[in-house]
């Protein structure tokens, strides 16, 4: 079993587009507000409070992005900004085409879905992109950078980050991302501890090459 730490995987889930993190926190925030209106009234010491609604829960964190040290000896780094962030900014566009019809038909920025191993997901929109380059070539191109980044959640949920392994994806199925040189069987002995249940994951993701598995791809894991 791999020492690496485990990535972050962040998915664009209008375009099916998914985008590997190095993630090792020091630190990540989620905050959320209740609104709470004042009903003002005379002769009173202290205003009436009724509660108005719940406000949407919101992730912040810092990602670090980095080609450098990914480039086998002697190789070439990658612009870090065509291998990750610009990906990252992809997120943050309108897109026309996923206009809400019953509303203002202007087109929004994708939805998306931040997972970080087993442990927990969160479905949000980025409300918030900063990003920083840190380390460049003799040319000029950037090699490494950090990404500051807050998410808003889009779905209801009472507990995040989610504290069930198996929980986050409908039914509770857990998430994968092929790593170079997995297979489904290898993914299932991780999974199931049996190499012979990678039919499994191959029904549930619709696979039609069960030979080669294209790195990045976000599969679905079944319960067992």
Known sequence: MSSQPTPAIIENLDAKESLKCRFRPKEYAF????????????????????FGGGQPATLQMELLFDTYIDTPEGGQPKDVR????????KMMYVVKDLADKQKNKKGRPPKV?????????FEAVITSLQVKFTLFLSDGTPVRATAN???????????????????????????WTV?????????????YGDTGRWRLIADANHLSSVRRLVPGTVLVVPNG
Do not use: C
């Not at 959320?32 to 009436?48: L, R």
């Not at 879905?113 to 997901?121: D, E, Q, S």
């Not at 998410?151 to 998430?175: H, I, K, M």
């Open 82 to 89: 065509k291998e990750y962030t610009d990906k990252l900014w």
């Open 113 to 121: 879905r931040f997972t970080w191993g087993k442990a927990w997901i």
């Open 31 to 50: 905050a959320k507000s209740n609104s709470w209106p004042k009903d003002q009234k005379a002769g009173h010491n202290s205003p009436v409070l009724s």
């Open 179 to 191: 790593s170079e040189g997995d297979t489904l069987g290898w993914i299932a002995h991780q999974e």
């Open 149 to 175: 980044v807050t998410f808003q959640q889009v779905q209801d949920t009472e507990n995040l980050p989610s504290q069930n392994p198996t929980s986050g994806a409908p039914g509770g199925e857990r998430l």
